[in-house]
Nanobody, 118 residues
Framework: QVQLVEAGGGLVQPGGSMRLSCAAS????????MNWYRQAPGKERELVAG????????NYADSVKGRFTISRDNAKYTVYLQMDSLKPEDTAVYYC???????????WGQGTQVTVSS
C-alpha cells in the first residue's frame, strides 16, 4: 500500500520560512517524479515544484522561483519543500504527489495546511 505522509505545515508570518516533508512508502521511490502541489480556497490545485529522481532536476512555478527549493533524499524515501520569504498568497493546502515516470500511475498525500499571516 502506497502512502505519502506530509509534515511541517502550520502558521508562519510573512517573510518567514517553513519546510515541508513528505515520507513515501510502498513504492519504488526512485522510479517516481516527486511533486508538490497546492490548493488555495476557491482556486484550482496548482503545481508548485517537481523533482526528478536520479538526476534531481527541479522545476518551479513562476510564483515561487527563487523562494522555494525542492529536494529529495532517495535513501530516506523523502521529498522536501523549503519555503522562504513566504507571502500571504502562499497560503494553501500543500499536497505531496508521486508520479510514476514510466506510465500513468500517481499517488497523493493527504495534504498539509500552510497559512502565512501576521
Amino acid at each position: 500500500q502506497v502512502q505519502l505522509v506530509e509534515a511541517g505545515g502550520g502558521l508562519v508570518q510573512p517573510g518567514g520560512s517553513m519546510r515541508l516533508s513528505c515520507a513515501a512508502s510502498g513504492l519504488n521511490f526512485i522510479a517516481y517524479r516527486m511533486n508538490w502541489y497546492r490548493q488555495a480556497p476557491g482556486k484550482e490545485r496548482e503545481l508548485v515544484a517537481g523533482i526528478a529522481s536520479a538526476v534531481g532536476t527541479a522545476n518551479y512555478a513562476d510564483s515561487v522561483k527563487g523562494r522555494f527549493t525542492i529536494s529529495r533524499d532517495n535513501a530516506k524515501y523523502t521529498v522536501y519543500l523549503q519555503m522562504d520569504s513566504l507571502k500571504p498568497e502562499d497560503t494553501a493546502v500543500y499536497y505531496c504527489n508521486a508520479d510514476w515516470m514510466y506510465g500513468r500511475r500517481t499517488y497523493w498525500g493527504q495534504g498539509t495546511q500552510v497559512t502565512v499571516s501576521s
